[in-house]
């Protein structure tokens, strides 16, 4: 059965047919920009397509893209599945052995290279047999280049998949071992695109920014699907230090990001402004609104209508603060397996704040044992590549996605996420812990950037602490002080065997290479518990100390 609605492919020839000339991409190098029209992306789409099929490739052969984000990470997944090719994205700070194992895991044959920041550590997890196609930028050495794919071969006409037919093989980011292959079809990622498109009222005159890793799901529906079926504009960031640059020129009228930017932006204002000072003049009402504009406009957000928040928990102070100055953060929930389009709080409402808002259209939700939400919808994956077992352990008797999160579901069908069922841990009372609802109460401290709560085993969980730029420049005295209300605020509301022993300060940053951090900024709750626990065995009655 052919897909009952336009396939990926065919929503870029509509749109292409419709829009022509008008710029669809567009890309700075160097800092230079190169515009991509609609018509040309088609264009080149298709030739990519020939080329891959000039080169031996067949219908359903794996091939996987290793980049970081830009125009042609688009051109060469539309390609992929004009060739009825199965893409795999590889996240662009994926290590060797990640790379060498979701290559061999999937069954790969060729591989897309292009930007990259450390490719001569990465080249060493490419297994010899896989052939390397190279996007146009420094990037690992390869047998076939960008120009010569355009020119080897015809244009290929685009291939008619099946509803069910595997369009991507993404892998979850592996905060608990290896990583997972979810298989996404045609139409599960074009139902959560279409849906995405509709929920959020995006058209032809918007405009996005495309900077969160296109190998994670929210960022492939959220911009890359969102695009095709609403005909909405992307500019492409170009690195890390021209970010905000990069989204003043874009002027995003949607922009979508992660918790622990939008708590580094936050972070940012008041290390320049002075939290007193900031606060005093957001509670001036003939000045906030002056502030609140600049303050957008200084991050390049001053033509946004639609704030997105989600992929980690965030706390509601953050919500509200955002608030105060004009922006209303819609905190949204989803993952791989359900093409990230699940719940959101948009249209934005105010008493809802805390939760990750209402399900979405033709998305139903509700609380299994354990408090785990369950989830169903169109935009459900397939399988587990390769992983019966795992498939099977995934699903219901009645077809609902064991998600893994476990949640609360108001009278009014919004959701709030109160932690994970293997985030939960027994201290050495013998009593389970729920670390998350204390992790976004302490995440409350303006001094915080990230926390995590751990105590497997334990006399007494412990909060690690990883602090804001500002506060590290503190007086330490200062600082402890105010960690130390916020321990004692969070404990007066614990039972006692949940009570925090006191917060650890940690020295080292909290980053991927290091690998506290998955490719999505999560927080590695076991590589934390493993490498912390004998050094928090001592604390007690909420003290806070620096790790030495």
Known sequence: MLIAQKSPVQALDEQATRHGERIYLRQPLNRKLSDFSWI????????????????????????????KNCAEWFITDLALMSGGYISVPIYPTANADTIDYVLKHSGAKAMFVGKLDD??????????????????????????HWQQLMEMAPPLKPHQPEADEAMSIIYTSGSTGHPKGAVVTYS???????????????????????????????????????SLYSGLEVYFSESIDTFIEDVQIASPTLFISIPRLWTLFQQSIIDKIGYRKLNLLLSLPLVRRLVAGKIRTSLGLQNARVFGCGSAPVAPTLLRWYERIGMQLSEAWGMTENSAYATLNYPFR?????????????????????????????????????DPVATAEAFTADGFFRTGDQAEIDVDHYVT??????????TAKGKYVTPVPMERQLAQNHYIELVCIIGSGLPYPVALVQ??????????????????????????????????????????????????????????RQVLDKRFADKVTEMRKEQVLWER
């Open 40 to 67: 040309a992306v088609r264009k080149m789409t298709r030739l990519l397509a020939g080329s891959l099929s000039q080169l031996g490739f067949n219908t359903g052969d794996r091939i996987a893209i290793l980049s």
């Open 188 to 226: 599960s990622f074009g139902w959560a695109s279409r849906g995405v498109a509709q929920a959020l009222q995006a058209g032809d005159d918007d405009r996005v920014i495309s900077y969160l890793p296109l190998a994670h799901i929210t960022e492939r529906v959220y911009i890359e699907g969102n």
């Open 467 to 524: 602090l804001s730029e500002g506060a590290a420049r503190l007086p330490k005295e200062l600082v402890a002080k105010s960690l130390q209300e916020s321990c004692h605020s969070v404990n007066a509301q614990m039972e006692s065997h949940s009570v925090l022993g006191g917060i650890l300060i940690v020295q080292e940053p909290w980053t991927i290479k290091n690998e506290v951090l998955t490719p999505t900024l999560k927080i590695k």
């Open 350 to 386: 105010t008493d809802k704040v805390g939760s990750v808002g209402c399900s979405g259209i033709d998305c139903e939700v509700m609380i299994g044992d354990n408090q785990e939400l369950l989830f169903k919808s169109p935009g459900l994956f397939k399988e587990y590549y390769n």
């Open 119 to 144: 490719w001569s550590v990465q080249e060493k997890g490419v297994p010899k047999d896989i052939m390397r196609l190279a996007m146009p930028y420094d990037t690992m050495p390869a047998q076939y």
């Open 417 to 426: 996420i109160i932690g994970r069922v293997k985030d939960t841990f027994k």
